[in-house]
């Protein structure tokens, strides 16, 4: 199994700066693509960014230029690194992780694994 544990969530001002990450421990694979998405009260998840193995990155245009991925694979993590945020960014932060890659990475029903979320808030 899969364990994914993410962290670094809270509240943060409109306009600041927050940076998430997401730790993947037990089973080991040779190569994932690690993915984030948010969900916010009463609306879908929805993609948010991912990550190839080989660090091909992805954005969602909602935060293309504000937010950036990266992963550091000697620590199996996965970071967010979210700038002038909008309170419309407001949600539960998730991670999610699929072994191998994968050739679109942006839909919830592609990755297996997902950890349990963290909450960010950005307040106006």
């Known amino acids: 199994q899969v364990q994914l544990v993410e962290s670094g969530g809270g509240l943060v001002q409109a306009g600041g700066s927050l940076r998430i990450s997401c730790a993947a421990s037990?089973?080991?694979?040779?190569?994932?693509?690690m993915g984030w998405f948010r969900q916010a009260p009463g609306k879908e998840r929805e993609f948010v960014a991912r990550?190839?193995?080989?660090?091909?990155?992805y954005y969602a245009d909602s935060v293309k230029g504000r937010f950036t991925i990266s992963r550091d694979n000697a620590k199996n993590t996965v970071y967010l690194q979210m700038n002038s945020l909008k309170p419309e960014d407001t949600a539960v932060y998730y991670c999610a992780l699929q072994p191998g890659t994968i050739t679109r990475g942006i839909g919830v029903r592609e990755y297996d694994y997902w950890g349990q979320g963290t909450q960010v808030t950005v307040s106006s």
């Open positions: 037990g089973r080991t694979f040779s190569s994932y693509t």
């Open positions: 990550i190839r193995w080989s660090d091909g990155t």
